[in-house]
């Protein structure tokens, strides 16, 4: 079985466990999502209590439902939240708490509130970021991951990379329940690794020796992925 297929296999298994053991909640159902899950919220407040995070002053949080405990509590901590919008359609969202109302941190947690009261972040901005956290359908011990299979967020971490917001030090986040973990995950050479799983339960340091993509690798950037994210080509138009 090749990689890309076994990765198939491994995002079919998740999202029937999910489904099945009714763990997953909305949106569903969560085939072809990173899936939300019942104990999210348990998972971002572990998230916030870690070093990683009290130390960090700017986040890269990802979009996706099950992560928006994560922002919300990054803007309630007065961290600045940069969340890239779903398929990288435009440039990266910037959401400062100092600039945006507190009874209004909840809604701009959310994709459409993001849009609301965040602004968009160009390229050529000075900023680093100290902490990423991904969605993620499946992670391994070793810190393996699989998404849903897009490669959005190898995409994201490729991008912070190129543009010098994000190094090989910066370490990587993911929260998800229990029965997201498994026991292998094939890996490719744009995947990114996960240094910290934090569940419901637990936190896993993986200490993971795999070698994070130092940034876009544009042999595999198609004339349709240019298309379709604009972002791209302004990256290639500068770095490419």
Avoid at 121 to 143: E, T
Avoid at 177 to 206: C, G, K, M, N, Y
Wanted: net charge positive.
């Amino acid at each position: 079985m090749g990689i890309k297929e076994r990765k198939k296999e491994i995002r079919k298994f998740v999202w029937d466990a999910l489904e099945s053991k009714d763990i997953a909640t909305f949106p569903r159902p969560v085939y072809g999502r990173i899936p939300n899950f019942k104990g999210a919220d348990v998972a971002a407040r572990k998230l916030a209590e870690l070093e990683e995070f009290l130390k960090a002053r700017t986040l890269k949080v990802n979009p996706d439902a099950p992560q928006r405990s994560v922002r919300y509590l990054t803007l309630k901590a007065r961290k600045l939240l940069i969340m890239p919008p779903p398929r990288l359609r435009s440039h990266f969202i910037l959401l400062d708490p100092n600039a945006i109302p507190e009874n209004t941190w909840f809604k701009a947690s959310a994709i459409s509130g993001a849009f609301t009261y965040g602004k968009p972040l160009q390229l050529d901005a000075k900023f680093k970021v100290d902490l990423i956290v991904m969605g993620s359908v499946a992670v391994s011990p070793d810190g393996a991951r699989v998404g849903k299979g897009e490669g959005y967020a190898e995409l994201e971490y490729a991008t912070l990379r190129t543009i010098g917001a994000v190094d090989e030090k910066v370490p990587v986040a993911t929260t998800i329940h229990d029965i997201q973990l498994v026991d292998d995950i094939p890996v490719e050479d744009h995947d990114v690794s996960v240094d910290i799983i934090i569940t419901p339960s637990r936190v896993i340091r993986t200490k993971t020796k795999m070698q994070k993509p130092g940034g876009i690798i544009w042999e595999k950037v198609t004339e349709e992925m240019l298309a379709r994210m604009p972002i791209l080509c302004e990256l290639k138009d500068k770095y490419g």
